[in-house]
């Protein structure tokens, strides 16, 4: 069973292999290395390019025009911030050439916090992502959501963003969700797709036979159904809402859970239905809380859905700061974990109607 | 390193043929004429604002007319920066259409009513979307650079921008990317040097002697021209073009120019006078040679002037693109790019 890398790099392999996808790039993507955090290890059409990321997004723009599929990488979605007009521009080039261009390309970053990245590893992006209007933007949580949703990302005409949460980079596929056709023993895959340690020069990775898996924008999935409160996530903070409402079961709230997947286009119809069910909407992601994603999700849950509510629906997120400290009480105390979202929702669901 | 590359073809000294003169001096002059209307267009309130490139026209206008224009990767792909109107004249753009921006008409045919003027963008000729911001044209040509090393044949990239763009990091970005020892790319790397940023004058805020020695230290061929002569511009293009048609390396090409209405509204787009006019030193050589008189010249241009009255005249009573357009074209549904339709 694949971890999220793994089942990015089958992707990336049956895209290239069946999908026209010509380039994958950006620092140390390509051999020896294989991405920083191997996402990118065995894919042939991957290179490395010079350390310079307005370089990787305007070649990526590029390619785009020129009709060619690519996934440009940011190694850490914190490099990205000296880019922001360059995307600003491939979110525009339909739009301001009245549809007479369109520009297919892939943004793949790693984002968020979890692996003790310190100030500049940790940011998040989904909040800047979704003020960048001309982008498709997916967040997977599950390593066949991340194969799913990266193959949609490459084949679509327009310019997407792919988030990849590194808390979730290794963790390993749940049974019953695994990706037709990989093995399901862990070794066995990792003997066929893992580079060795060492020298690489001469390995080839056998890649299992995967299908064609395209997982639509704006399809969220609910990964636990509940009557009580809502719970929307999508990314790290997705696996601890599920956790913390399997744990407040036993104390008799239900808490139904959305792992949104597609933060634009986004599945407002499902958050409707649910909130509409249960009254009760609790927004978890763990940007910084001001200005923030779910606040819109929020928004839009009070101006549509407020007759329906039987309390204020909530925001959970991560502390307006600049950063995300490096000591684990700081970074702890920075983002969102299950404590506090067990208890988010908790509150929520005996707060009196 | 220079001494691995081949030699750029020198530019071929030997006059241009008569024909091709009056061809270039015809576009010169309905260029300027269009620039003047533009700005006399922005002046009466038939425009909100004003950019452009009078006093370019004798580099632009030979660009233009060298550019193997078509749509996809056999052909040049163009990365303009918003002076290059004279440019899109000689490829044979209609210039009413440049009006129809200016006046932000739902009948702009660049960006039905978007964007400012001289921000042009045609995917039937590879001209990608022009931006307002003076640098990321010069990030972006590399991926167009790439496509086109790998599809191989004679098509390249032709980037544009400003000497005061090439301070942003985009310029050395275009510099590695494009001389990658890994990866050269076919992009001919233009600067027309007008010596200015909007108001702030080149020699006070750059020490490089010339841009084109930038490209040197990354052995990238390189060349300073003058740009204010049509047959030297010409001539230097149409090697500089060979060399990265050829070799499939870049070419650095600064193009000394003038500006003569300013920067744009922003600087008032009001006529200056301490700066050559590349029209009138052709003119006077045409004149020399007996190739136009005055009276000639002084026709062509009123025949131009009027051209682009009506076509102002005309661009009045066309509509405005109604407000509930705003979200056409955010995305697209199909893949025309790959499509290529």
């Given amino acids: 069973m694949s971890n999220m890398v793994q089942a990015i790099r089958m992707a990336l392999h049956v895209a290239e292999e069946r999908h026209d996808l010509t380039d994958v790039f950006g620092e140390d993507v390509g051999p020896p290395l294989g991405g920083a955090f191997t996402a990118t290890q065995g894919i042939k059409c991957a290179w490395n390019s010079p350390l310079d990321e307005r370089g990787i997004v305007g070649a990526s723009i590029g390619l785009g025009l020129a009709g060619c599929r690519n996934v440009a990488e940011i190694q850490f979605c914190d490099y990205a911030y000296n880019t922001i007009d360059l995307l600003k521009l491939a979110g525009m080039q339909s739009w301001s050439s009245n549809g007479d261009w369109n520009c297919p390309m892939t943004v793949m970053t790693p984002v968020g916090s979890g692996i003790r990245g310190s100030i500049y590893h940790s940011h998040s992006f989904d909040t800047v992502a979704t003020h960048i209007p001309g982008f498709k933007i997916a967040m997977p949580s599950t390593p066949r959501d991340a194969y799913g949703l990266l193959l949609s990302c490459i084949v679509d005409p327009n310019p997407c963003f792919f988030l990849v949460p590194k808390a979730l980079m290794r963790v390993r596929t749940v049974a019953g969700e695994e990706i037709p056709g990989e093995p399901g023993d862990d070794r066995a895959l990792s003997k066929l797709i893992d580079a060795p340690l060492g020298d690489r020069s001469k390995w080839q990775p056998q890649w299992p036979d995967t299908p064609d898996i395209f997982i639509p924008f704006g399809e969220g999935r609910t990964v636990r159904r509940g009557r009580d409160v809502t719970v929307v996530s999508y990314g790290r903070t997705l696996p601890l809402c599920k956790k913390a409402a399997d744990e407040l079961a036993q104390e008799g709230i239900e808490a139904e859970v959305i792992d949104l997947r597609s933060l634009y286009p986004y599945d407002w119809a499902r958050i409707q239905e649910s909130v509409k069910r249960t009254g009760r909407a609790l927004f978890v992601n763990e940007d910084t809380e001001i200005t923030n994603f779910g606040e819109h999700l929020l928004r839009r849950t009070v101006e549509e859905l407020f007759y329906q509510l039987v309390a204020p629906p909530r925001l959970l997120a991560g502390a307006f700061v600049p950063g995300v400290g490096l000591a684990d009480n700081l970074e702890m105390a920075s983002v969102p974990q299950l404590p506090s979202i067990r208890d988010t929702i908790r509150q929520l669901a005996h707060q009196e109607a | ?341």
């Fill in chain 2, 1 to 341: 390193m220079s001494t691995s590359l081949r030699p750029v073809p020198r530019a071929p000294d030997a006059e241009l043929s008569p024909e091709l003169l009056l061809r270039v001096h015809d576009l010169m002059v309905r260029s300027r004429v269009l620039e003047e209307r533009l700005i006399a267009m922005y002046k009466q309130g038939d425009g909100y604002f004003w950019i452009g490139g009078p006093g370019e026209e004798a580099f632009n206008i030979p660009l233009g007319l060298l550019v193997h224009k078509g749509r996809g990767l056999q052909y040049d792909y163009l990365h303009f920066h918003y002076r290059n109107s004279g440019t899109m004249l000689a490829m044979g753009a209609d210039p009413i259409d440049s009006l129809r921006q200016m006046k932000n008409t739902a009948t702009d045919p660049y960006s039905a009513g978007r964007n400012f003027s001289n921000h042009y963008s045609k995917r039937e000729w590879n001209v990608v979307p022009v931006s307002s911001v003076i640098e990321p044209q010069y990030a972006m040509c590399i991926g167009t650079g790439i496509a086109q090393k790998r599809a191989g044949g004679r098509g390249i990239t032709i980037v544009t921008g400003g000497d005061a763009g090439t301070a942003e990091g985009d310029f050395a970005t275009c510099l590695v990317w494009s001389s990658r020892p890994a990866n050269p790319l076919p992009v001919l790397i233009i600067v027309t040097n007008n010596k200015w940023g909007i108001s702030t004058a080149w020699t006070g805020q750059h020490g490089e002697k010339r841009i084109s020695d930038r490209g040197k230290a990354f052995g990238i061929e390189s060349k300073t021209i003058d740009g204010n002569d049509p047959e030297v511009s010409y001539r230097e293009l149409a090697a500089a073009m060979e060399y990265v048609r050829t070799e499939r390396k870049p070419f650095l090409l600064e193009a000394v120019v003038s500006r003569l209405y300013g920067h744009s509204s922003a600087s008032g787009a009001n006529a200056v006078v301490d700066e050559a006019d590349c029209l009138k030193g052709f003119e006077k050589k045409l004149e020399d040679r007996k190739l136009l008189t005055r009276q000639q010249m002084d026709e062509l241009r009123q025949k131009y002037t009027q051209e682009l009255q009506d076509a102002h005249r005309k661009v009045r009573q066309e509509p405005q693109p109604k407000g509930d357009t705003i979200y056409q074209h955010v995305f697209q549904e199909r893949d025309l790019v790959r499509e290529g339709k």
